[in-house]
């Protein structure tokens, strides 16, 4: 089957630790994008990569980093700066080159990962 | 600036009964719009999108959604409401000549069927 995969479903953080956030996806897609959620915020963007070796960043990047080596991969790094890490994070996926009518198609989600602060 | 206002955080409804989720919409230009379902602990779900055309769209378990472009609405609806329909519910907007860019989401808009 065809998605994305979010690892782990639950991560803890002890202060001043950095932790990665996993996403994978199989969907041959181009871009790629994480979110973060809290509770009636909404969705708000971190970071987003449009290709391979490339991301830019989203409303609330500061205290994140991110890279994007492989076109399947897009992992998530909360450093220690990052104050208030306590969410729900989701990755999404879409296709992505140009001509390919990109800006109509939707995108798709992983299952998430809660981090908690210990 | 693209933005997307859900003015109701909570719609309680019967089962059965007509549903309505709301959306409005700003954007430069033309837009596509799109509308996805989150369950407790899940990542979001494609319901359904406007891209051009009939302005009453069609999509997944029974949902539509009607584009006024007008009034820069496009609001969920579902004849008959299911207890399984309790959910969150997202609306999310991209200008129509940004490529890939990231959508932009409202705050969501719970709904809670009762039986």
């Known amino acids: 089957d065809g998605g994305i995969t979010q690892s782990p479903k639950y991560l803890f953080r002890k202060e001043g630790q950095n932790v990665t956030l996993s996403c994978e996806q199989n969907l041959n897609h181009d871009a790629m994008y994480w979110y973060r959620q809290d509770p009636g915020q909404g969705l708000r963007l971190i970071y987003y990569?449009?290709?391979?070796?490339?991301?830019q960043k989203g409303d609330i990047a500061e205290g994140y980093s991110v890279s994007r080596e492989k076109k399947e991969s897009f992992p998530l790094t909360v450093t220690s700066a990052q104050k208030n890490p306590t969410a729900f994070y989701l990755c999404?996926?879409?296709?992505?080159?140009?001509?390919?009518?990109?800006?109509?198609?939707?995108?798709?989600f992983g299952d998430g990962t809660r981090l908690s602060i210990l | 600036a693209q933005s997307v206002a859900q003015p109701e955080d909570q719609v309680n409804v019967a089962e059965g009964n007509p549903l309505t989720v709301k959306c409005t919409y700003s954007v430069s230009g033309n837009p596509y719009l799109f509308w996805y379902v989150q369950y407790p602990n899940r990542g979001l779900q494609f319901l359904l999108k406007?891209?051009?055309?009939?302005?009453l769209v069609k999509g997944s378990y029974g949902f539509e959604a009607e584009f006024n472009k007008s009034q820069t609405s496009f609001h969920l609806k579902k004849p008959s409401a299911l207890v399984s329909d309790s959910a969150l519910y997202f609306c999310a907007v991209r200008a129509r000549n940004s490529g890939n860019t990231p959508l932009v989401f409202g705050k969501g808009t719970r709904l809670s069927v009762i039986a």
């Open positions: 990569s449009q290709i391979v070796n490339d991301f």
């Open positions: 999404a996926s879409s296709i992505g080159l140009p001509g390919q009518g990109q800006g109509r198609q939707p995108q798709h």
């Open positions: 406007y891209i051009t055309g009939d302005n």
